[in-house]
C-alpha cells in the first residue's frame, strides 16, 4: 500500500526564516507522482507542484524550493525568507500509477509563522 | 479554477438521517473523487469515478455511496449519518491520470 508521512505536525517559525516541510513516501510502483499542496486558514487547498519519479532535479519557484530524493524517498519543501502569508496547512500527497488513479495524502504539516 | 462548486456549504443534520451532497464542475473532467479531512488525518479518499457510471470505493469507504449519472455531477451519499462523520468533505476533478487534482471549497459536515 501506498503511504506519505509528514512527521513534523506543526512548525513556528518567525518571519524571513527558511523553513523546510519534510515527506517521505513509500509506493511499489516504479512510476509516480508527488504534489505538494497548500491550505491557508480560508481553507481552499492549492496546487503548488507536481514531480514525477523520473525526474529528480530540484526545482525552485520564487521562494519556494524542491528537494526530491529518489534514494530516500523523500520530496521536501523549502520556503526562503518566509512570510506571515505562507502560514498555512501543506500537504504532500503520492499518486498511483495503477488503480484507482487517487492521491494518498500525507497528514499534513501546519506552518505558523510569526510577524 | 476547475469551476468545481459542491452544495452545500455547510450542513448540520442528526444522527441516522440520510445527507447528500454535491459535486458540480464546468470543465468536463473526466475523474471525479471525494475526500474527507480530519484533523490528524490529512485528506483519505471515500470515493471516486472514471466516468458517468462508473465508480469505486476508496479506503473509508463504509457508510458511504455515490453516484454519477452526469459528467458534471458526482454525488456523495450518507446513507444514515453518524457523527463519525462529521468531517468537512472535498470534491476533485483532474483532467488525467496523472494530472494535479483541482479541489472544490469543501463542505462541512456537522452530525449531531
Known amino acids: 500500500a501506498q503511504k506519505v508521512t509528514q512527521a513534523q505536525t506543526e512548525i513556528s517559525v518567525v518571519e524571513k526564516e527558511d523553513v523546510t516541510l519534510d515527506c517521505v513516501y513509500e509506493t511499489r510502483d516504479t512510476t509516480y507522482y508527488l504534489f505538494w499542496y497548500k491550505q491557508p486558514p480560508s481553507g481552499e487547498l492549492v496546487f503548488l507542484i507536481r514531480?514525477?519519479?523520473?525526474?529528480?532535479q530540484n526545482e525552485i519557484s520564487g521562494r519556494y524550493s524542491w528537494n526530491f530524493q529518489k534514494s530516500t524517498s523523500s520530496f521536501n519543501f523549502t520556503i526562503t525568507a518566509s512570510q506571515v502569508v505562507d502560514s498555512a496547512v501543506y500537504f504532500c500527497?503520492?499518486?498511483?500509477?495503477?488503480?484507482?488513479?487517487?492521491?494518498?495524502f500525507g497528514s499534513g504539516t501546519r506552518l505558523q509563522v510569526q510577524p | 479554477d476547475a469551476g468545481i462548486t459542491q452544495s452545500p456549504r455547510h450542513k448540520v443534520t442528526e444522527t441516522g438521517t440520510p445527507v447528500t451532497l454535491r459535486c458540480h464542475q464546468t470543465?468536463?473532467?473526466?475523474?471525479m473523487y471525494w475526500y474527507r479531512q480530519d484533523p490528524g488525518h490529512g485528506l483519505r479518499l471515500i470515493h471516486y469515478s472514471y466516468g458517468v457510471k462508473d465508480t469505486d470505493k476508496g479506503e473509508v469507504s463504509d457508510g458511504y455511496s455515490v453516484s454519477r449519472s452526469k459528467t458534471e455531477d458526482f454525488l456523495l451519499t450518507l446513507e444514515s449519518a453518524t457523527s463519525s462523520q462529521t468531517s468537512v468533505y472535498f470534491c476533485?476533478?483532474?483532467?488525467?491520470?496523472?494530472?494535479?487534482?483541482?479541489f472544490g471549497n469543501g463542505t462541512r459536515l456537522t452530525v449531531t
Open positions: 476533485a476533478t483532474r483532467t488525467g491520470v496523472n494530472s494535479p487534482l483541482h
Open positions: 470543465e468536463n473532467h473526466r475523474y
Open positions: 514531480r514525477n519519479s523520473f525526474d529528480e
Open positions: 500527497a503520492l499518486s498511483e500509477n495503477t488503480g484507482r488513479r487517487a492521491l494518498t
